[in-house]
């Protein structure tokens, strides 16, 4: 099976532009979760999707948003990018919301100047 | 989830066995204690995990306390590709799929 595949790998906005973030996770895995990675506060959790819903949603301001669409990729969004916002964004797999493992991608590296 | 407290980094020869520390003192009895690791800019990987019992896949060996307030990862013969960031996390399983990452241990195997 591929893994799950996060794309862009590598991405450079400007402050104040917006971004969309895709993921595919595994083939037959309905649950997605996303976690931003930087320096100064580590990994931290962004959402969870199921079945296109949002079960779980971490501390994050309002400009974060995602979705899941009916194939289970799913999508983040960052609108109006503050420098603050460069990290590593990782999105993760897993079959469904009771399972014991979940299997993250390469992530995406976001840098905005 | 319970917090967990891990050594920020440790050294290990290669070839020999590296035991991680983690203490997760506040831990409930529904919680079960997973093992990631992180190599540099890499996604994290899925390690090992277990609930009171010790574990050992094809990877590491889990071995959690009696009391279950800590644990220890334990890889038997490191190799230089096993130099990453480790990280303990204790969480409920079937209450979603939400990692809370701490600091981790930055395990460096030397030659």
């Known amino acids: 099976k591929a893994g799950v595949t996060q794309t862009p790998r590598y991405l450079i906005k400007t402050r104040g532009q917006q971004v969309t973030l895709s993921c595919s996770p595994i083939?037959?895995?309905?649950?997605v979760s996303w976690y931003q990675q930087t320096p100064g506060q580590g990994l931290q959790f962004l959402f969870e999707?199921?079945?296109?819903?949002?079960?779980n949603k971490g501390n994050f301001p309002g400009r974060f948003s995602g979705r899941q669409f009916s194939n289970s990729r799913s999508e983040m969004n960052v609108s109006t990018l503050e420098l603050g916002d460069s990290a590593l964004y990782l999105c993760?797999?897993?079959?469904?919301?009771?399972?014991?493992?979940?299997?993250f991608g390469p992530g995406t590296r976001l840098l905005v100047l | 989830d319970a917090k967990t407290t891990q050594p920020t980094s440790m050294d290990c020869a290669e070839g020999r066995a590296a035991n991680l520390p983690c203490n997760h003192s506040?831990?409930?009895?529904?919680?079960?204690v997973y093992w990631y690791r992180q190599i540099h800019s890499q996604g994290p990987q899925y390690i090992i995990h277990?609930?009171?019992n010790n574990e050992t896949n094809e990877m590491a060996s889990l071995i959690i306390t009696e009391d279950r307030k800590s644990s220890t990862l334990i890889l038997p013969h490191a190799t230089l590709r096993d130099t990453a960031v480790y990280y303990c996390?204790?969480?409920?399983?079937?209450?979603?799929?939400?990692?809370?990452f701490g600091g981790g241990t930055r395990l460096m195997v030397k030659p």
């Open positions: 993760a797999s897993s079959p469904g919301l009771a399972e014991e493992t979940q299997y």
């Open positions: 083939s037959g895995h309905r649950s």
């Open positions: 999707y199921f079945s296109e819903t949002q079960r």
């Open positions: 506040t831990i409930s009895g529904n919680e079960y």
């Open positions: 277990g609930l009171k």
């Open positions: 996390i204790v969480r409920v399983v079937g209450a979603g799929n939400m990692l809370t």
